[in-house]
Nanobody
């Protein structure tokens, strides 16, 4: 089992920045990849960025060049630096972990709200 706890959400004006954190605990040795997802009201949950245990990274096109995903292995923490925020980035952001041998993200945090005002 893996436990994930997000923090760092809040209210920011358009053009501002926020940094989200995701602290992982439990069977973290089993994690193959971690990702950030978001869900806005009335929308489906969508992938924002993901980072693999080997270091590979991918971003959704809508955030490429503005968001940066990273991790601190010593602290068992993943980050999402969000710059040049837009009102359309408003959503609940979730941290997720995909264990080795699984084809899906089996572990999820509780989510943190990000609100970007115009």
């Amino acid at each position: 089992q893996v436990q994930l706890v997000e923090s760092g959400g809040g209210l920011v004006q358009a053009g501002g920045s926020l940094r989200l954190s995701c602290a992982a605990s439990g069977s973290i040795f089993s994690i193959y990849a971690m990702g950030w997802y978001r869900q806005a009201p009335g929308n489906q949950r969508e992938l924002v960025a993901r980072i693999f245990s080997g270091g590979g990274i991918m971003y959704a096109g809508s955030v490429k060049g503005r968001f940066t995903i990273s991790r601190d292995n010593a602290a068992n923490t993943m980050y999402l630096q969000m710059n040049s925020l837009k009102p359309e980035d408003t959503a609940v952001y979730y941290c997720a972990a995909r264990p080795a041998g699984s084809s899906r993200y089996d572990y999820w945090g509780q989510g943190t709200q990000v609100t970007v005002s115009a």
